[in-house]
């Protein structure tokens, strides 16, 4: 707080020519100030909403709502913080001393009734007279500083006033001494103000898994406040094991605490009572643990500078300013020139997009079938050059949604941020985090869905793979290790790397688990890869096995599951004592995907291109076998076959003729699916299937195509890893 | 619990449900001044035919009816699951309406009408059945369960004219309940 108040002085006492260089900055960079305009109209706005909504409540009898006040303080700081980004010391500081009155107001050292409180609207009015010269580009004239002056001034007399106090409430609370102690001013504050008015303090005790707890916490929270206000949201020690924590709720309500904890139906959530000691109520005397706070109240004038204050305080009726406030207000309105838009407005238009490119589909099949009639060829010859001019604009189109759907990589680093910070608190261990491409962008679905694996890979590098500082320094590495996350752009394709330097996965120790439990047999050789593999079967985890970490064993299998969802791949690359590269290759949107269309007897089938590899002509003398199964032979490698109209018992081509191989890539993985025709790539939407059809093995879900009907798409993850297991198994 | 909503309509359904139901249903289809007049509460069916017999579903429960569409066979599938249709851009499951209520497999053909249903959440089914007759309107009074063991799809029975109208429990047919 000490250093708050001096901050206040320093700049109050440079109001003068703050003010005058705002004149001198605003002049040369018209561009600037119309970005900050546009941008702090918005906050304006909401402020004088806000601000409306606060003379309301005022004046009914109701009490001001925290959360109200606090969030004009936060626009004030906002707005103060943008200004001063631009150079705009005039607005910087206006918007600084309302805060204040903010400030002082949410901590209740002055009233509600206060006229200072008056004091914001007037400060609202001038910020956006001030805004207003700005855009227009008009150079400020002398009454700038002057009117600023005047107001400042105001305002330090109105938050003189001491506000009367009253006794503690706190004294005698069945609350425990360190709780108390860790609440803030502010929240200190708030918890007075409810005893005053007579609710109830009840404390939640929740405990959370470690990996979901913010979810945990938010959705406690949200319920909570249905019913009362939330003091203070505190971590609490308790015993709670390693993977999981506890929080303390100190909650302030009207119903009954018996009623509050029959409505908070979450798992492992305790509600406890807490009561009020006889000393407690409205009309308990001022102790001395109060002293600090009222300390500070009484500081609070004296701490301003009083030199500036009377001398303008004469013109500080200056109603003009008042009345002109609207009109002024209303003309900001018109500036602005971006827009926020919900997500599922997106998802709507792109839905829009994805069947006016079936439609395309559609016509140009009518085009060819006109196209190929000689009656009609001149007819089918125009609608198709027609065709192509509307597919170029249909494709322009689909490029501007999908560009604004696009977001920077860098809100899944700082979530990745905040997973480190809290595992180096947790584990003491020290790590550095490192970043790259955090401008590449991707899918804003895809950036959600993919938060959850890469914190499970980062946490398995940090918990598993990254050793001790002493064992570091014994293998000549820097005692701190380093997690690199980097994501670029290569084709369509979005890859992200996490490459840590810590041990290296035990490959040994892989293949004894796999082979304990049952996934390959102790005879068969495998490669260095194809062991590094095994760790995405489900049952073999390394995160509990490999390392001497006792690990949560989060599953790669799970990672490589959720990422094969999105159409992605996920490869390893490791190197003992060198550490671990896990790359991960993903399209950059998930709405539109190019497919291949294959045919198997009278069926149709839609295979995501991006797990295509190549396709090829196969005759049936070429088809090879090995260990029991179809292979080919790949340019010495053998790639094993599938006859997909085998797999989905579908009557296809006899097993003498012709066939197409369609070569799959998942991850390290490689399969050959055979079948009767390939009938062309296809821009397409996949649309998921609900119900019981969505647990098919195999199949992703479904599409439109143009001219016939729904076509399935395979799920290519489950048919490789179908194929992979079987082969093991014979 | 008076303010149930008639999706949630299972078989054995208090009074106070079938009366929400029923208000909801006039409120619906706004359309039904006169009815409001007369205590009798209503339910609306939609009557389809199948095999020669006539059955039903609520009204409320329809989301569209449309000709038969060129069928998806989907793989590994229940047998009951004819397969998927695409319908404006969105992908529908059909299913075989004859075989679910055991009078053997449909050849679909393009009499063949699907009637699209709400199911849960946001999964939509088709139902293939012969022919769509009518939106048939009846007194809750004149309903009653059907005789049929509890695994059957026919919840309960109306008359209609000379013969009687098999009504689907929705969620049993859609197969919800088993499987």
């Known amino acids: 707080m000490a250093a708050r108040r001096s901050k206040k002085k320093s700049a109050k006492s440079s109001g003068a020519q703050a003010a005058s260089k705002a004149k001198a900055a605003s002049t040369p960079n018209s561009k600037d100030n119309h970005e900050f305009v546009s941008e702090a109209e918005e906050i304006l706005e909401r402020m004088f909403e806000d601000l409306s909504r606060l003379h309301e409540q005022r004046h009914g009898d109701t009490e001001v709502a925290p959360d109200l006040v606090n969030q004009i303080f ?78 400042l001034s105001r305002i330090d007399e109105a938050i003189r006033a001491p506000e009367p106090q009253t006794g503690d409430e706190l004294e005698g609370l069945d609350l425990d001494s360190s709780l108390l102690r860790a609440l803030t001013e502010y929240e200190e504050h708030r918890l007075r103000e409810n005893l005053r008015r007579g609710r109830h303090l009840v404390l939640v005790d929740s405990t959370f898994e470690m990996i979901a707890f913010e979810e945990g916490l938010s959705e406690l929270s949200v319920a909570v406040r249905e019913v009362g206000e939330i003091v203070s949201t505190l971590p609490s020690p308790g015993d709670a094991p390693e993977s999981q924590i506890r929080f303390s709720l100190l909650v302030a309500t009207e119903i009954e605490p018996e009623r509050l904890a029959s409505r908070l139906d979450f798992p492992n959530t305790e509600v406890h009572s807490i009561h009020r000691g006889q000393a407690g109520g409205p009309s308990a005397a001022k102790p001395n643990s109060h002293a600090d706070s009222e300390g500070a109240a009484a500081e609070t004038p004296s701490g301003q500078p009083v030199e500036n204050g009377p001398a303008h305080a004469e013109a500080g009726d200056d109603s003009p300013l008042a009345s002109s406030a609207a009109p002024e207000i209303e003309s900001l309105r018109s500036i602005s020139e971006t827009v926020r838009v919900d997500i599922r407005k997106l998802d709507e238009l792109m839905n829009l997009v994805g069947e006016l490119v079936i439609q395309r589909a559609a016509i140009a099949a009518v085009a060819q079938r006109l196209t ?93 793979a990254l050793e001790s500082p002493e064992e570091r320094t014994n293998a000549g590495k820097s005692p701190h290790g380093c997690i690199r996350v980097s994501a670029f752009q290569r084709g369509n394709h979005v890859v992200i790397e996490v490459r840590d330097d810590g041990r290296g996965m035990n ?50 299998d799970v990672v490589r599951t959720n990422l094969a969802g999105m159409g992605g791949l996920v490869d390893l690359v490791s190197v003992a004592g060198r550490g671990t590269t896990v790359t991960i290759t993903l399209p950059i949107t998930l709405a539109i995907i190019q497919a291949l269309i294959v045919g198997i007897g009278e069926e149709r089938f839609a295979i995501p291109l991006n797990s295509v590899l190549e396709t090829m002509i196969v005759e049936p003398e070429e ?29 296809a081509a006899g097993r003498d003729e012709r066939q197409f191989v369609v070569v799959l890539g998942m991850g390290e993985q490689r399969l050959g699916l055979l079948v009767d025709r390939l009938e062309g790539q296809q821009n397409t939407v996949i649309k998921s299937i609900k119900g019981p059809l969505q647990q098919i093995r195999g199949i992703a879900g479904a599409t439109e195509l143009g001219d016939s009907g729904a076509v399935l798409v395979i799920d290519v993850s489950t048919i490789v890893a179908d194929a992979v297991r079987r082969r093991e198994a014979a | 619990m008076s303010e149930s909503r008639p999706t949630d309509s299972a078989t054995g359904l208090a ?124 007194s809750e009074d004149e309903i009653r369960p059907s005789q049929g063991t509890d695994a059957s799809c026919v919840g309960e029975i109306c008359p209609r004219g000379e013969e009687f109208v098999s009504i689907l429990d929705v969620e049993r047919t859609l197969g919800v309940s088993d499987d």
């Open chain 1, 74 to 151: 936060r626009s004030a700081h906002t707005l103060k913080g943008l200004a001063g980004m631009f150079g705009l010391d005039a607005i910087s500081e206006l918007s600084h001393r309302m805060e204040d009155i903010l400030d002082a107001l949410r901590l209740g050292r002055i009233s509600v009734d206060s006229p200072a409180i008056d004091l914001l609207d007037d400060g609202v009015s001038l910020l956006a007279t001030l805004m207003t010269r700005l855009e227009r580009g008009e150079s400020s004239d002398e009454q700038d500083p002057a009117m600023v002056q005047t107001y």
């Open chain 1, 372 to 464: 190929e009639d000689k009656y009609t060829a001149r007819i089918g010859a125009e609608l198709t050059k027609t065709h192509k001019a509307l597919d170029r604009k249909l494709k322009e189109l689909q490029s501007g949604v999908l560009d604004v759907r696009m977001v920077p990589f860098r809100q899944i680093f700082e979530k990745l941020s905040r997973v480190v910070r809290r595992l180096r608190r947790d584990l003491g261990k020290e790590v550095e985090l490192k970043f790259n491409g955090a401008d590449t962008e991707l899918d804003k679905l895809l950036v959600e869905q993919l938060v959850d694996p890469l914190v499970h890979i980062v946490r398995n590098a940090f918990d598993h």
């Open chain 1, 507 to 556: 490959v040994e120790a892989i293949r004894e688990k796999a082979i304990e439990r049952g996934l390959i047999s102790a005879q068969e050789t495998l490669s260095h890869k194809e062991v590094l593999n095994l760790v995405f079967e489900a049952g073999l985890s390394t995160a509990t096995e490999v390392s001497e970490t006792s690990g949560r064993g989060v599953g790669m």
């Open chain 1, 623 to 651: 088809i090879g076998h090995s260990e029991g199964r179809e292979v080919l032979n790949l340019r010495g490698e053998p790639l094993l076959l599938c006859r997909l109209g085998e797999e989905f018992e579908i009557e």
């Open chain 2, 15 to 138: 009074r106070s449900n079938w009366e929400s139901l029923a208000r909801g249903a006039v409120g619906h289809f706004g359309s039904a001044g006169s009815d409001q007049e007369s205590a009798e509460l209503l339910r609306e069916l939609l009557v389809f035919g199948l095999d020669g017999s006539a059955y039903a579903v609520s009204v409320e429960r329809v989301r569209e009816i449309v000709r038969m569409k060129k069928l998806t066979r989907v793989p590994r599938a229940p047998a009951w699951l004819l397969g998927v249709v695409a319908l404006r851009g969105e992908v529908v499951e059909v299913v075989d309406l004859r075989q679910r209520l055991g009078l053997g497999a449909s050849t679909p053909n393009r009499l063949n009408r699907i009637i699209v249903l709400h199911g849960d959440v946001d999964r939509v089914t088709g139902l293939l059945v012969d022919s769509v007759s009518e939106v048939y309107r009846i």
